[in-house]
């Protein structure tokens, strides 16, 4: 079982730039794959960026490549998404997940364990 907490969305202004932080409990948080999507109002949820358990293998969706970075560190058991140059077409709810897997995967269907979300609102 894993538990994930999300925080630090809020509102910034378009260029500017945010740090969200995944806290997850459980034994086998640092042998899983960890990744970050986010949904807008009316839209499907989608993949942002992912990392490998061991944190060597990341990938970001086209959208936010460049400007966002993720990274993790298995002592605290957090998975971090750096945001910079934000968009207002970043605007959504950002979800961290956990996957069955310690290898990066994209996919929604091969998460199995969810946050509850943070709000990211971009103004322009």
């Known amino acids: 079982q894993v538990q994930l907490v999300e925080s630090g969305g809020g509102l910034v202004q378009a260029g500017g730039s945010l740090r969200l932080s995944c806290a997850g409990s459980?034994?086998?948080?640092?042998?899983?794959?960890m990744g970050w999507f986010r949904q807008a109002p009316g839209t499907e949820r989608e993949f942002v960026a992912g990392?490998?358990?061991?944190?060597?293998?990341?990938r970001y969706a086209d959208s936010v490549k460049g400007r966002f970075t993720i990274s993790r560190d298995n002592t605290k058991n957090t998975v971090y998404l750096q945001m910079s140059s934000l968009k207002p077409e970043d605007t959504a709810v950002y979800y961290c997940?956990?996957?069955?897997?310690?290898?990066?995967?994209?996919?929604?269907?091969?998460?199995?364990?969810w946050g509850q979300g943070t709000q990211v609102t971009v103004s322009s």
């Open positions: 997940a956990a996957a069955w897997t310690s290898v990066l995967v994209t996919a929604t269907g091969q998460y199995n364990y």
């Open positions: 459980g034994r086998t948080f640092s042998s899983r794959a």
């Open positions: 990392i490998s358990s061991s944190g060597s293998s990341t």
